[in-house]
């Protein structure tokens, strides 16, 4: 019997189209990596489906700055910036002195003040995609 993971995710039939149009319509110059899926968003509404990530300051700098921008479902990365990005993303990922960061999602968000990290909040509707076995955003059962 197969069981959903939290990272099984079902595309969206115009995925192809909706992420062209993204990336050539939506999507700043400075982009280094984007989220399609964030659940928790945390920055500033850039565009119609677009927030410019950036860390959530009330949260302490020792915790990884943790809870928001989560999830890495579905990702775009910019090759020609991957090196650098890397760089900075081991450094949080690997920093013995904030354990949390080990969850890349976090650790990401928490670089964001340095990198051009942008996501698609997991509340649009149509989103990009949606998880299998998911409630929609909102929808949990409590």
């Not at 062209?20 to 920055?43: I, K, M, N, Q």
């Not at 950036?54 to 990702?75: F, H, I, K, T």
């Not at 990401?108 to 051009?116: F, G, K, N, R, W």
Request: with cysteine; proline share 8%.
């Amino acid at each position: 019997p197969s069981s959903s993971r939290k990272d099984d995710v079902r595309l969206h039939r115009d995925f192809v189209m909706r992420v062209w149009h993204l990336a050539t319509r939506e999507l700043p110059c400075d982009w280094e990596v984007t989220s399609l899926y964030s659940a928790c968003p945390f920055g500033t509404c850039v565009s119609q489906h677009l927030a410019r990530v950036q860390p959530d300051l009330s949260e302490p700098y020792s915790q990884c700055r943790r809870g928001v921008n989560l999830g890495m479902q579905a990702m775009l990365y910019r090759t020609n910036r991957l090196p650098a990005l890397q760089r900075l993303w081991k450094a949080a990922v690997f920093d013995e002195s904030r354990p949390q960061c080990k969850d890349a999602d976090a650790a990401l968000a928490s670089i964001s003040d340095q990198v051009a990290y942008y996501a698609v909040p997991a509340v649009q509707d149509p989103g990009f995609l949606s998880e299998i076995g998911a409630e929609p955003p909102g929808q949990e059962k409590l």
